[in-house]
């Protein structure tokens, strides 16, 4: 079930942004903020001021999005549930949502994610050397109709 988050979730959200972080090293750079600010993060600035949405499976949240404006923030799913359309369903939710178009940026050197990206028909308009606070660099993806 896709359902927008509460504060209630943050703790779990932040569980799936870890989880599915730590897990994709080496394909993406490790988080630089530890556990702990993640979580503050995610209580205190993503679930109160982002249009946050989750896959909730018998009350266990398994995956994420974070919208900000026509951007897709975060878009994560627990390892456990990769490969089972789960991501997926959250894209076509926000396309839904955000029907004049989305942005996005992943990394590089995220080759599964660009796959994913690109197979949901975004398309990349700019790379950077490593503009971000990780400093690697990155690819900012489109979807237009």
């Known amino acids: 079930m896709i359902r927008r988050a509460t504060a209630a979730d943050a703790a779990a959200v932040a569980d799936v942004w870890l989880l599915s972080r730590k897990a994709s090293v080496p394909a993406i750079p490790a988080p630089v903020h530890d556990d702990a600010d993640v979580r503050r993060y995610f209580a205190h600035v993503v679930i109160p001021e982002r249009e946050t949405w989750v896959v909730d499976l018998d009350g266990e949240v398994v995956a994420l999005l974070a919208l900000e404006d026509g951007w897709v923030d975060h878009l994560y799913v627990h390892p456990d549930h990769v490969g089972h359309g789960l991501g997926s369903e959250l894209l076509e939710m926000a396309k839904r ?44 993806y489109r979807w237009s109709v």
């Open 97 to 140: 949502r955000r029907p004049d178009g989305l942005d996005l940026w992943t990394f590089q050197s995220n080759a599964g994610a660009r796959r994913f990206y690109e197979r949901h028909g975004f398309t990349a308009v700019a790379t950077t050397d490593g503009d971000n606070e990780e400093g690697e660099p990155d690819v900012h």
